[in-house]
């Protein structure tokens, strides 16, 4: 299986961190949205897609990055993500990522998100929330997490 990380990773090095475990597990490279090559990024069985999130959204350059990908058959994506809050019901962070990723030829198979060390207002005058976060629980949930995608996706690597 060939397999990319491609994460966006800017205030605390939280969604890095995640993305690191799951690169290991997929024996994945984890690169930012400007190292992509384009023809790697084809030819992959499985990529990760991960920020952290910003005002209830994946970060603007991730996001960016997906709507500027031509549509094209592609194989399976998922998305990861690291917040300060959790996911609401009523404003998903992760749906709007998966679907854009549909749209441009990705199957999506799944989503994975942690708390981490959020310093956006209102938290910031107070040094932030969930300041020891993503902790050994998290990168082991991380782990565990790709460790699932590797054995539901077995398929050999597509013709390039």
Do not use: Y
């Not at 299986?1 to 799951?22: E, L, P």
């Not at 384009?38 to 991960?50: H, I, M, N, P, Q």
């Not at 991730?62 to 300060?84: M, Q």
Request: net charge positive; charged share 25%.
């Amino acid at each position: 299986m060939k397999a990319m990380i491609v994460c966006v990773s800017v205030s605390h090095g939280n969604t890095k961190r995640i993305a690191d475990v799951m690169g290991h597990v997929l024996e994945a490279p984890v690169v930012t949205p400007e190292q992509v090559d384009l023809a790697e990024l084809s030819a992959c069985d499985l990529v990760g897609f991960g920020s952290g999130i910003f005002s209830m959204a994946f970060h603007p350059r991730l996001r960016e990055f997906v709507r500027s990908l031509p549509k094209e058959d592609r194989g399976k994506a998922f998305v990861f993500a690291t917040s300060g809050l959790p996911e609401a019901p009523f404003r998903p962070f992760t749906r709007p990522l998966l679907q854009l990723l549909q749209q441009k030829g990705f199957e999506a198979v799944d989503a994975f998100s942690c708390r981490a060390l959020d310093t956006w207002l209102p938290f910031k005058p107070i040094g932030g929330i969930r300041k020891q976060r993503p902790n050994a629980a998290d990168l082991e949930a991380a782990r565990t997490f790709a460790e699932g995608l590797r054995a539901r996706i077995h398929t050999p690597s597509r013709p390039a």
